[in-house]
């Protein structure tokens, strides 16, 4: 019994969280509601309450009327569990049989059925299946992890080496060599190589040459 106990709990537990996914997929509980509240609609005209010696018929001339509301609100719920692409008419229906019920059927099955499909069916009309879970995105303007802003994770970017490497030689600038006296030295542009101002360090001039 031991050994069977497990295989029997994992079952059970596999049986719960289909019905689960099941139920989350429709309407259930607007489609319980309104099928348990056609129950007393329809019960109530055709019983007799016995009290002592004394029997007392709630039937009514409508009776015919209070068994037609009560089976059509016990349609409309489980219609709700299998086709739940009906649930607007289905509530609507309901509401309004559980109105009409009130005249035709002691006042809705004593008001028991009446609140039930009246819930059931405000419930049916305002059920939305869910949107599946969709993959996050990046807020606008935040890379992911260690990404600067506006960065797609997994690009390099010149001068930052990618996670986990190092930035490659052609990234980091580096100073022009040249040979001087037979060995390599540092060269760098004289100040004022790229000056077109017409100014340099030599004469002083400003670039302006006197006429005559």
């Known amino acids: 019994m031991s050994a069977e106990t ?3 709990a994992g079952q059970f537990t596999r049986r719960r969280l289909q019905f689960r996914a099941w139920r989350g997929g429709r309407p259930f509980w607007a489609g319980l509601f309104i099928a348990l509240g ?6 109530f005209p055709y019983a007799n309450l016995q009290i002592g010696h004394l029997t007392l018929a709630m039937a009514t001339t409508a009776g015919s009327g209070s ?15 299998f086709q739940k ?13 559980a109105l009409v019920s009130i005249p035709v059927s002691n006042l809705g099955g004593f008001l028991i059925g009446f609140l039930l499909a009246l ?12 949107e599946p879970p969709q993959d996050e995105r990046p807020v606008e303007g935040k890379g992911r992890g260690d990404a600067p802003e ?3 994770p997994g690009t390099e970017l010149p ?19 040249g040979m001087e006296g037979g060995g390599p030295t540092q060269t760098y542009e004289a100040l004022g190589a790229h000056d077109l101002s ?4 030599a004469n002083g001039a400003n670039g302006r040459h006197s006429a005559g």
């Open 38 to 43: 056609g129950l007393p609609i329809a019960y």
């Open 119 to 130: 819930v059931g069916g405000a419930m049916a009309v305002s059920w939305v299946p869910g």
């Open 150 to 152: 506006g960065a797609v």
């Open 67 to 81: 068994l037609i509301i009560g089976v059509l609100l016990v349609v409309l719920g489980v219609s709700l569990w």
């Open 198 to 201: 017409g100014t340099s360090p």
């Open 6 to 8: 497990p295989a029997a």
């Open 159 to 177: 001068g930052i080496p990618a996670p986990g490497g190092t930035a490659s030689d052609a990234t980091v600038p580096r100073p022009r060599e």
């Open 85 to 97: 692409h009906i649930r607007v008419f289905a509530g609507v229906a309901a509401i309004l049989l």
